[in-house]
DNA sequence: GATTGAACCTCTAGTTGCTGGAGGATGTAG
DNA sequence: CTACATCCTCCAGCAACTAGAGGTTCAATC
């Protein structure tokens, strides 16, 4: 029986984040001692310890919950986990190449600067104005 | 004179945004029509587009709270804009350095996905046991 | 059995950077 | 002068937590 501060040692999880995984339904409610205090179990951390790689890995909460579905149904098909894996998959990349673009652009700024007063300063410049720009960057929001 | 959608076109701006921005400050309060619409003009429209394109560049609306300030008294360092385009360079490297790790293991994941069901998919695998990953990605939050 | 102190409980509110909607006023073109 | 697109304010909500207040429980030590 572990308590809810042990199960956060070890999965590297906040024990209010425990509470709001099960707040919104992504872990079940454990059991309680007598006195109202969670008490958890190993089929309980193996769940909190997927979700959690899972959103290292950068799943969304709810990626997450499709993926626990598939996980608790063995019969469901494989290839629907597969699906949200490259889902994922171009996300990251798509994000990827954003940062690229934004690198080169700031690598640029930085490499510019003069030194002197921000009047001539060439990281305001750029900013200031966007035609100066070697690449295209226009979506908001990594 | 602009009216703020005539504004929010120009700069690629929700309308919702730009007030939000004359809310936190990053925007000054502009004129009014006798009526209580916002006018704005060219010195506004440039404002704007100064931080839509340092938003798009991934400022956070402190840092670019902070080149705001620099851009409006040329007096002051350049090197101050610099170290603000360093620290966003900085993180933007480790952003990808961060997603090449994890692109690496979506595609691990997803090309030994067998197509069977899902007890046996190689996706969910991984998500149960972090010991199989190859590379290390610990923290959450892009 | 009593005491201590860490860890637990619930509840509320804040974070970042917006976005959407309700319900109503204004501005402009025909 | 009438449409009706656009504007106004205010409030609520999104993801995914995080932090704190104010109070209780558990387990170990004496």
Request: net charge neutral.
């Amino acid at each position: 029986m572990l308590t809810i501060g042990t199960l956060g040692k070890k999965t590297g999880t906040k024990v209010q984040t425990i509470r709001y995984y099960e707040e919104i339904g992504l872990m079940p409610q454990p059991g309680r001692t007598a006195g109202g205090q969670r008490r958890y179990d190993e089929t309980q951390l193996d769940r909190l310890s997927f979700v959690r790689h899972a959103r290292q890995l950068g799943f969304s909460l709810d990626a997450i919950r499709e993926l626990l579905d598939l996980s608790d149904d063995p019969n469901r098909p494989c290839h629907e986990a597969d699906a949200i894996a490259r889902r994922q998959l171009i996300q990251v990349e798509q994000r990827m190449a954003r940062l690229e673009a934004l690198q080169k652009e700031l690598k640029r700024m930085v490499h510019e600067c003069s030194g002197g007063k921000s009047s001539d300063c060439r990281v305001l410049e750029v900013l200031r104005d966007h035609s100066e720009c070697l690449t295209e960057h226009e979506e908001i929001g990594a």
